[in-house]
């Protein structure tokens, strides 16, 4: 019975990720699906307790595949920080921005070097965390995404973060051109 229940969950996210991807999403963004009737809930999860920095350093990701981390020293989490030019109050507004128009997704908390951002996935309402770091001194954004549930992400948290990386880099670019 475990095993059903496991292949189901399996194929089912296997569903939610292809429907959620990044090119469907944009895609569909005018037809944005609720999650299911009655799983409102199921799979948020709760928020990690050890979420936020200590001393310098985002949180280490857990040992399953959901989790990428710049100030990770494993390979399989790693994932490069992001790097801005320019001063620090204009890069975290444009992150701000950017999250302001990443479907299904708020921010939680902010502060003058934090934020914290919450996605929810179309059909399922997985959760995952997602946090910017902004050292001062450094033209760098450390980052940490996490599902709260689950054992794959099929990537989605590491896809999210290279879109924010792109949307950054476009951002900059337009803003110069100007």
């Keep these: 019975m475990s095993f059903v229940l ?59 595949p959901n989790c990428v981390m710049s100030q990770s020293v494993d390979e399989e989490h790693a994932i490069a920080p992001i790097t801005y030019t320019g001063d620090l109050e204009t890069a975290k507004a444009n992150i701000v921005d950017i999250l302001s128009v990443v479907p299904r997704t708020k921010i939680i908390e902010e502060t003058e070097r934090y934020i914290l951002a919450q996605s929810e996935s179309r059909l399922m309402g997985f959760v995952d965390d997602t946090e910017f770091y902004f050292p001062a001194d450094e033209n760098v954004i450390q980052v940490r995404a996490a599902a709260r549930m689950g054992e794959s992400d099929l990537g989605v948290n590491r896809r999210r973060i290279e879109q924010i990386r792109l949307a950054l880099a476009d951002l900059a670019r337009r803003k110069s051109s100007d």
């Design 6 to 64: 496991s292949t189901f969950f399996t194929i089912a996210l296997s569903i939610l990720m292809v429907l959620g991807s990044p090119m469907v999403t944009q895609a569909a963004a005018f037809s944005d699906v609720a999650v299911l009737p009655g799983l409102k809930g199921v799979f948020t999860g709760d928020r990690p307790s050890d979420i936020g920095i200590t001393n310098g350093q985002l949180a280490d990701c857990p040992t399953t």
